[in-house]
Nanobody, 127 residues
């Protein structure tokens, strides 16, 4: 089973940008649909971005659409999330996770589809 480890978070001013990384080990990322979620204190886990197994389909959460880009490096087995124009409401712990699926083209927005949650990386956006 694949294990994912997030990094790249930090403190950034409003309007800034960050690139988060998610290093996979144990299995290839291309064997899974993958997603980024975030969780703020007192709030439910929120879908940020998802990518299908074949890399051909992408989905973004409504609150980040147009400000995020999900990508992967197959050779390095790393998933990325590029975020721009960050807002204080983007603050939270960002987590990546795999979704086991036989579908090559599906993207999943629901967190129960995902397994093997890591510790996440904290993103704090100051106003």
């Amino acid at each position: 089973q694949v294990q994912l480890a997030e990094s790249g978070g930090g403190l950034v001013q409003s309007g800034g940008s960050l690139r988060l990384s998610c290093v996979a080990s144990g299995r290839a990322l291309r064997d899974y649909a993958v997603g980024w979620f975030r969780q703020a204190p007192g709030k439910e886990r929120e879908f940020v971005a998802g990518l299908s197994r074949n890399g051909g389909n992408i989905a973004y959460g409504d609150s980040v659409d147009g400000r995020c880009a999900i990508d992967r490096d197959i050779a390095k087995n790393i998933l990325y999330l590029q975020m721009i124009s960050l807002k204080p409401e983007d603050t939270g712990v960002y987590l990546c996770a795999p979704a086991a699926t036989t579908s090559m083209s599906s993207v999943y927005r629901d967190s129960p589809r995902y397994v093997s949650w890591g510790q996440g990386t904290q993103v704090t956006v100051s106003s």
